[in-house]
T-cell receptor, first 117, second 113 residues
Framework: GAVVSQHPSWVICKSGTSVKIECRSLDFQATTMFWYRQFPKQSLMLMATSNEGSKATYEQGVEKDKFLINHASLTLSTLTVTSAHPEDSSFYIC?????????????FGPGTRLLVL | AQTVTQSQPEMSVQEAETVTLSCTYD???????LFWYKQPPSRQMILVIRQEAYKQQNATENRFSVNFQKAAKSFSLKISDSQLGDTAMYFCAQSGSARQLTFGSGTQLTVLP
């Protein structure tokens, strides 16, 4: 159990266009999902926390108008990169939080490679 | 603020041998959780093992075990009988009341044939 999917796995777009990335928890309901960005050979950087039915909480330095997050259901969160530019090229990873006994554990999607030309 | 430190950027181990990856952390919370995730070349983050801070017993998952030293704020990962498939980046992480994960910088482990 605890499978998280992400779509698309790989996207190339032109500068100025918008890209939507979907994150789904396939076999559990997740009231909280997280979006990360990862540069090569670096750790994961938390961008925002997505709560079902409410506005996302963004980390300092992350532009909420550029990285739109919607968590419409208990199994789906989307990240839209608006007016993408080459500096937005990166690896984006989502995770979904599942209660495991007394704790919650984050399970990760396979990631989305974004290349903005 | 929470911090997680992994002081070994790279490590290697011979196949079938044992290796220990180090991790230290700092937190002001009393209730927190610790995790080790691995990220193979596919870049899929995979949960390896987790530990609840209030439990004194060290967690074990098959060939993976931890040495949790709460007073020293240390959480090392031991991999026994290393296999080629264990080659990956390993991240130590901590979560607290905010449920967000704070990651270390990672240790690249290479298992040599």
């Amino acid at each position: 159990g605890a499978v998280v999917s992400q779509h698309p796995s790989w996207v190339i777009c032109k500068s100025g266009t918008s890209v939507k990335i979907e994150c789904r928890s396939l076999d559990f309901q997740a009231t909280t999902m997280f979006w990360y960005r990862q540069f090569p050979k670096q750790s994961l950087m938390l961008m925002a926390t997505s709560n079902e039915g409410s506005k996302a909480t963004y980390e300092q330095g992350v532009e909420k108008d550029k990285f739109l997050i919607n968590h419409a259901s208990l199994t789906l969160s989307t990240l839209t990169v608006t007016s993408a530019h080459p500096e937005d090229s990166s690896f984006y990873i989502c995770s979904a939080s599942r209660p495991d006994g007394n704790q919650e554990t984050q399970y990760f999607g396979p990631g989305t490679r974004l290349l903005v030309l | 603020a929470q911090t997680v430190t992994q002081s070994q950027p790279e490590m290697s181990v011979q196949e079938a041998e044992t290796v220990t990856l180090s991790c230290t952390y700092d937190t002001s919370e009393n209730n927190y959780y610790l995790f080790w995730y691995k990220q193979p070349p596919s870049r899929q983050m995979i949960l390896v093992i987790r530990q609840e801070a209030y439990k004194q017993q060290n967690a074990t998952e098959n060939r993976f075990s931890v040495n949790f030293q709460k007073a020293a704020k240390s959480f090392s990962l031991k991999i026994s009988d290393s296999q080629l498939g264990d080659t990956a980046m390993y991240f130590c992480a901590q979560s607290g009341s905010a449920r967000q994960l704070t990651f270390g910088s990672g240790t690249q482990l290479t298992v040599l044939p």
